[in-house]
């Protein structure tokens, strides 16, 4: 009997199964973000979700940024970003970390609008009347008042 190769085919095995039960384990979580909606009782109906430390200084594109996100965005994700409870969560937040929400997002998510699947407050719909670039420079502003808020 081969002992080595018993050793090697019985590592396979077992390395397959180890794969194939990650591959079809149950998770709330992906990329270390909760798939749970946060617990959001005890802030008021309409009330900003979180504080929003603003950055010292806004590059350009974040001023242009800014203009738009106060023109199409702040009615729902609130005043520099920090959400409405009940309505739209805040942008200045983990959940939408370039890692885990990039750039291409946030435009899919103007011109397509997004089921709800981080939050309990519904989906959100499209948005008219804002192209690519526009989406680009609001990404831009979130991006800067995520940085100053420690989102990386």
């Known amino acids: 009997m081969n002992w080595s190769g018993l050793f090697v085919g019985g590592f396979f095995v077992v390395g397959l199964g180890l794969v194939g ?6 998770t709330d979580s992906v990329q270390g973000h909760s798939m749970v909606p946060p617990d959001t009782s005890e802030i008021a109906q309409g009330a900003p979700m979180v504080t929003v430390a603003l950055p010292e200084e806004l590059s350009a594109e974040a001023q242009i940024g800014k203009l738009g996100f106060e023109a199409k965005c702040v009615e729902c994700h609130g005043q ?8 739209a969560p805040p942008l200045v937040h983990i959940t939408y970390e370039p890692n885990h929400h990039s750039d291409q997002a946030f435009v899919l998510a103007a011109r397509n609008g997004v089921p709800s699947h981080h939050w309990n407050f519904g989906n959100m719909p499209a948005i008219e009347g804002l192209s690519n670039a526009d989406v680009l420079y609001i990404a831009r502003y979130v ?10």
């Open 21 to 26: 039960w990650k591959a079809f384990a149950p």
């Open 143 to 152: 991006r800067e008042l995520q940085r100053a808020n420690g989102i990386n």
């Open 80 to 87: 520099n970003a920090a959400g409405q409870n009940g309505i």
